[in-house]
């Protein structure tokens, strides 16, 4: 991503093809995940002080307005000869859907809940048992993008890595800006240790359906506290037992 930065072009109008912004912001979550606040902070200020891109009012519009959204920092591009199929998975058979990617009880709560949720329960239909997510399906064709990176995230990237560096007021604040847009109040948490929960939280409610969940919990080590998980071998796959044969450098990760 270094070398990806230094000859991408600068940023254009464009948000599905590569730019510097893009590897900028990839380059922020690999430095989070690393546990490198430092430059997990520099890296998404620079992709927040872009006037190009903006959390965007209300919530919904950056999914039923989707294509080329000041919200996104880069998607993939879909077309009526490309479809997007995604929504396939969290529709019920009765629409169409194979409802595999059903949202939890819990999450629909707190999707529910104005105090946490707020606008974003517009990622919710149905009713009863048969409550399913509508991201990814909100065009007659099928041809909404999907995300693999937003502005959002980069304010809670920051956020974190702010926090762990113990500039809580900042990073209070980039997880208030957040929770605006959201139509949530503001939080007031004054810890390092509470206002982490309050980013892990966010993460979980911002991006519901958006796969971020699980990486968050493993890398954070709260996955065990979180799902009962509580062996670590198991929170990461093994690798393909043919890479392992062909590959004398390579070790089968832990317990497999």
Known sequence: MTKAEELLAEDATTRNRAQKSTARALRARVHLYRKEW????TYASQVIGNTKYALVKPYKTFFTSPFLS??????????TNNRNSYWNLWYPSSLGGQYTLKPSA???EKLNNPAIGGSRKALLAGTGNNVYG?????????????????IAELYLI??????QQNKLTEALADLNTVRSRADVAAAT?????ALLLAIEEENNVEFAFEAHRWFDLVRTGRTGAVLGLTNSQYWVFPFPYQDVLSDPDLEQNPGY
């Open 106 to 108: 819990t999450i629909v």
């Open 38 to 41: 430092a430059e997990a902070e």
């Open 158 to 163: 920051r956020a974190e890595a702010r926090a």
């Open 134 to 150: 509508v991201l990814y399906n909100t065009s007659a064709t099928s041809t909404d993008p999907s995300y693999v990176i937003r």
């Open 189 to 193: 948490t004054s810890t390092k240790e």
């Open 70 to 79: 000041q919200e996104s920092v880069f998607e993939l591009s879909f077309s």
